[in-house]
């Protein structure tokens, strides 16, 4: 059976299934919803609006029997924090779900009567809507936990905390993962509000009994998939045992602290003094000494052997939260000046169940700090900042739309955000490439668009000096274009660390793929795909309004120098045009 | 000969291979002028196979290079993430 689109419109709460259109026959995961936005969304309405709407997409290979780690969801829409297109995806149970239903892609559009919510149950019957009125208010993890005793299946549950109700801009989409857990995130660029403005509290997805994933050439994908697996079994990164799996994404933080990287006290320094209290080794130990429930790997969807995730546990043993990743311990911790892990834990925990991205949400806190509303390093006070949000008073709101509007309120001129969108873990300055990355990507300043990180800290992929602005340009957006290639597949972007290093994992990245698909491609064929993705994003974001002057990092980069290495951003602003030039072409 | 003292940091997975540090914890050494960072590797029984990128004063460095006296060095195994 044919794959179908699924749109809902919540002007008349209608569902109807559709043929996939011609024009997105070959897309999926990322490809698609940028497709659909770029096609379907008039770039200049207002993201909370009528006219925008939410799609929702698994990617190529998701759902496919035993195609590792690939539970990735994208969510697409006009964004409200950086006013451009978005895509930000998400681990957990959403994407094989959806994808065993039959659907390319959920399509959300329209908006219910003022002060309706509501929650949408679908399954391989269709989809029903009920009034969510009792929801309103509550957490993640009491929404989710009320779903799985309401439904059965374990089905997934995608959903909104109280920020997204309210429609602030660092609103996150939440997904559940195997234990029910809400921390996988489509955190970034406010897409909890967008969702939140289609009067969607709780979506709950149910595949039983669905069609299933059909594969084109069976043969072909069980080659490109063993590929895959093999690569990622081998590498010491990715494989058991390896780095993501004993220590997740914060085995980075000790890493990129040394290479005086670390963004600290709001982008002040490069080095954080507590960075190894705060850090992956860390976590792992109290993983190890408190034993109960915590685990030090952890899969965020089934399927995964990579395993990056943990479940870090109280000191008696029971559940505390899942997952305190590398961006997470930098925005609440070093860019706050906070070592203390178990504040992390907690906030981390607040921010799952508020339905706030971590990274934005810890550096609006972390421009407060600056602002003098509070001290560096004060976890108290910053406790309580979360309550203000969950609550929604004028300040909870003001740090609820994130880093810029927390800047203006406090007067802050060190404002380190790119389009609207506040910075990740890696400092630019003293990593030029991800700088590049941050400036030019249409996502707002996102390490994921574009992760240089790779060959300029971690060796992988190559080896590039972090500090030189050589050939920079062409660097990101070659990644760039890998990314978008990867976020269409519903793979994790994971996969790039040994698919980048094992040239038989990137042929297998893309076998797999055509053996799902039936697509005619090759490995040669990603970083073209790729472009096709990033051509239909930039276009929808100059047709938003976007310019060159966009594309530059905040000035204060180009006039402190940061320590330790003391280097400022000097990169030339006909590199950062240079690198989608070609989109005109 | 000049004896230079250097500080030494392991991360992560190569941890075990320098075991009674703790995270973060820098491993005083002395060493004979001239050596270089691959014959520290030697000494620490750090594989070389698990030696990903190696960090001399915060900046990425090859084996072959010599370390200086108060050189802060860091030998980093595979590490990714984001």
């Known amino acids: ?585 | 000969m000049k004896i230079i003292k250097v500080d030494v940091r392991v991360f992560a997975t190569l941890r075990r291979y320098m075991p009674g540090y703790a995270i973060g914890e820098a491993k005083a050494i002395e060493l004979p002028d001239g050596t270089t960072l691959e014959e520290l590797r030697a000494q620490l029984k750090l594989p070389l196979d698990e030696v990903k990128v190696i960090m001399r004063n915060g900046i990425q460095a090859e084996l072959e290079e010599k370390i200086e006296d108060g050189d802060r060095i860091a030998y980093v195994p595979a590490v990714g993430g984001g």
């Open chain 1, 1 to 585: 059976m044919a794959k179908q689109i699924l749109r809902i419109n919540m002007n008349d709460l209608s569902a109807v299934y559709e043929d996939v259109p011609e024009k997105w026959a070959k897309w999926a995961g990322r490809g698609l919803t940028s497709s659909i936005i770029a096609d379907e969304v008039d770039p200049t309405c207002h993201p909370l609006g009528p006219n925008n709407k939410l799609a929702i997409a698994p990617g190529w290979v998701s759902g496919s029997p035993a195609a590792p780690s690939s539970g990735r969801t994208s969510f697409g829409a006009k964004s409200p924090l950086t006013g451009g297109i978005k895509e930000a995806n998400s681990g957990g149970l959403s994407s094989q779900k959806i994808a065993k239903l039959g659907l390319a892609a959920i399509i959300i559009e329209g908006m219910p009567a003022k002060g309706k919510w509501y929650e949408i149950f679908i399954d391989k019957d269709g989809v029903k809507f009920e009034d969510a009125a009792d929801l309103l208010g509550k957490g993640m993890y009491e929404t989710a936990k009320l779903m799985w005793g309401k439904y059965d299946n374990k089905p997934a549950v995608i959903g909104i905390g109280p920020v997204g109700e309210m429609k602030l801009s660092n609103a996150g989409i939440s997904v559940n993962d195997p234990e029910n857990s809400p921390g996988r995130y489509a955190g970034r660029g406010g897409l909890g509000a967008v969702m939140g403005a289609r009067g969607i509290k709780v979506m709950i997805v149910d595949d039983k009994g669905g069609p299933g994933v059909e594969v084109a050439d069976k043969e072909l994908f069980k080659i490109g998939r063993k590929k895959v697996a093999e690569a990622m079994g081998e590498h010491a990164l990715t494989k058991k045992e390896g780095g993501l799996w004993q220590f997740g994404t914060n085995v980075l933080m000790n890493i990129v602290n040394e290479a005086g990287g670390l963004p600290t006290r709001n982008f002040s320094a490069g080095q954080f003094e507590g960075a190894a209290k705060i850090s992956g080794e860390t976590v792992k130990e109290n993983i190890e000494a408190r034993g109960g429930v915590g685990a030090y790997h952890h899969a965020c969807h089934p399927g995964c052997i990579m395993q990056c995730s943990s479940i870090y546990p109280h000191e008696d043993g029971s559940e505390f939260v899942s997952v305190i990743e590398y961006e997470t311990a930098f925005s609440l911790g070093s860019n706050c000046g906070i070592d203390d892990i178990e504040y992390i834990a907690q906030a981390t925990w607040e921010c799952n169940d508020i339905g706030l991205d971590t990274i934005e949400a810890g550096n609006a806190i972390a421009i407060a700090m600056d602002g003098g509303h509070l001290e560096f390093g004060d976890t108290d006070g910053a406790l309580k900042l979360f309550d203000e949000m969950r609550n929604g008073t004028p300040l909870g709101r003001v740090l609820g739309q994130g880093v810029e509007a927390t800047a203006k309120a406090f007067g802050v001129y060190r404002v380190p955000t790119v389009k609207g969108q506040s910075m990740p873990a890696y400092e630019p300055r003293a990593i030029k490439g991800i700088g590049v990355t941050y400036a030019t990507t249409v996502m707002g300043a996102d390490h994921t668009a574009g992760y240089t990180i790779a060959p300029e800290i971690a060796g992988v992929g190559g080896k590039v000096d972090p500090l030189d602005n050589t050939a920079k340009g062409e660097l990101s957006l070659t990644f760039q274009a890998a990314t978008a290639f990867i976020d269409s597949t519903g793979y994790c972007l994971f996969i790039a660390f040994p698919v980048l290093d094992i040239p038989e994992g990137w042929a297998g990245m893309a076998e797999s793929v055509a053996g799902v698909t039936g697509l005619n491609i090759t490995g040669d064929d990603v970083l073209t795909i790729g472009k096709e993705v990033l051509k239909i994003e930039r276009l929808f974001n100059e047709s938003a309004g976007f310019t060159p002057a966009d594309d530059r990092l905040p000035e204060f980069m180009r006039d402190e120098a940061l320590p330790p290495h003391n280097v400022k951003w000097d990169m030339e602003d006909e590199v950062l045009d240079s690198v989608f030039a070609w989109v005109h072409d």
